[in-house]
């Protein structure tokens, strides 16, 4: 397994100690547990409707094992279950849900509808395709080759398109949109389909709501020109190669690039590992067009992360100062993503899915964005559930405070909670401390 990349801590000042709902004394253990595996309950609920009692059934256990846990393995899951039932046969009762198309969509669907309520105009739909990596594998099904993230090699594996929604004022994150594909399998497409089918599924959802923001491969005009005909607003980060629309008719990207100067001058701050760099900007931008296209786009242009310059085209204006801003600051919220993604694919431990069946592989996919948001979006929601959120932190045993993504605290904590209460007899391996805790115990 991927070791989790290290986070900076808080101090302990400035973490909250946990009370109870009428102050006082520490929740007690076997009462969180209660509230924790309630709240799963209730919220599986919601993610399985319109699905038979038996598959909503391997939903809800899903769910809870893989909390309970950290694991997608259902030999890890079917232990946390604790029954009576022989092992196997519970392997095979959840694995058995697990490859029925008609439950991923339907868990898919409610889902994103579960979500779809907390986008507004402006919340940005980041969108990223992410590799699960299985260099050993030779027998799961559809094993196409992808290229390892952390390696930078092709290995076997799958790629996973997914969509998370986040404000530009705000930390909160919205774990949306998960499908895992392959190139060899039957029914694939091509990636710009895959694309186009996941924000397709979260406009629809959203009745249009929201700003889709790509990285690399984003400005591809098999993607442009149908959000550009539904009047969709995006920014993408575009190559210089690219040709658009200018007062000088087609031209290169970085040719127009080079002609524009910046108007504006800011600096930010990057979290980067336990250190802080700092980032001199100057932006300025232009009015750009796609070939054949009468829409006016705004190309923003941004020196300062490296030789070259970013270039970012948008379908938002870029009348002032503030507009642009809005645009740069866009395709930055994509940095508190990529992190999310890590916390999907390190608290679940993703890359270790031993599924050998396509369709069991996709909707386990699935499951893991549900789990995320649970984890994110779903326990922190309420205002009643405010206080469980500050027993699950203290449940995580940091000793020097909170790693400041706050997920993966929340996620050990709900492990550390459910650890022989949701009828694991085992505990599970412990996830990777944070680097100052490295010559400490969790705990019991």
């Known amino acids: 397994m991927k070791k989790r990349a290290p986070h900076p801590t ?70 946390a279950l604790e029954e009576p039932t022989a092992l196997k046969k519970v392997i095979e009762r959840l694995g058995r849900h697990l490859r029925r198309r008609e439950v991923r969509e339907q868990v898919a669907g409610n889902l ?16 990223d395709l992410t590799d699960i990596s299985k260099p050993y594998a030779r027998h799961m099904e559809h094993l196409a080759r992808v290229r390892d993230g952390s390696t930078g090699e092709f290995t076997n594996g799958y790629w996973c398109c997914q969509v ?37 599924a979260v406009w629809e959802a959203t009745e249009g709501r929201g700003v889709v923001v790509i990285d690399r491969g984003g400005d591809r005009i098999e993607l442009l020109r149908p959000w550009i005909k539904g009047g969709r607003d995006f920014v993408v980060r575009m190559r210089g190669d690219r040709h658009v629309e200018s007062r000088r008719n087609r031209e ?25 760099k700092v980032y001199h900007l100057a932006f300025g931008g232009t009015t750009v067009r796609l070939p054949n296209s009468r829409k006016p786009l705004s190309l923003m242009v941004v020196w300062g992360f490296g030789k070259r310059p970013l270039m970012l085209l ?36 993703m890359e270790d899915i031993r599924l050998l069946s396509y369709e069991r592989l996709r909707t386990m996919a699935v499951l893991v964005m549900a789990a995320a948001y649970f984890t994110c979006v779903y326990l922190g929601s309420r205002a009643k559930l405010r206080i469980l ?33 949701s009828g694991a007899s085992k505990a599970p391996k412990p996830p990777p401390p944070a680097p100052n805790l490295s010559l400490f115990p969790l705990g019991p």
């Open 252 to 276: 290169r990207v970085d040719t127009i690039a080079e002609r524009c100067r910046p108007k504006y001058r800011t600096s930010i701050v990057r979290e980067e590992g336990a250190r802080e």
């Open 164 to 200: 998370v929604g986040v404000e530009r004022d705000r930390a909160d994150v919205m774990p949306l949109y998960q499908a895992l594909y392959s190139q060899r399998a039957p029914d694939f497409v091509s990636e710009n389909e895959e694309i186009l089918k996941a924000i397709g």
């Open 10 to 79: 808080l101090t302990l000042s400035r973490t909250k100690k946990s009370t109870s709902e009428k102050g006082g004394a520490l929740m007690h253990p076997a009462r969180l547990a209660a509230k924790i595996q309630g709240q799963i309950e209730h919220f599986s609920g919601k993610l399985s409707a319109g699905l038979t009692k038996p598959a909503a059934r391997m939903v809800r256990e899903v769910l809870l094992g893989m909390q309970a846990r950290g694991s997608v393995r259902l030999s890890e899951i079917g232990r």
């Open 314 to 349: 948008s379908s938002l204006p870029r009348g002032s100062r503030k507009r642009a801003w809005q645009i740069v600051e866009s395709y930055l919220a994509r940095w508190r993503v990529e992190e999310t993604i890590r916390f999907m694919k390190q608290s679940y431990d």
């Open 112 to 127: 994103l509808e579960l979500g779809s309520g907390k986008v507004g105009e402006k919340t940005l739909l980041v969108v």
């Open 389 to 421: 959120t500050c027993h699950v932190y203290e449940a995580a045993q940091r000793i020097f405070g909170i790693a400041d993504f706050r997920f993966y605290a929340i996620a050990d904590g709900i492990r550390q909670a459910l650890y022989g209460r």
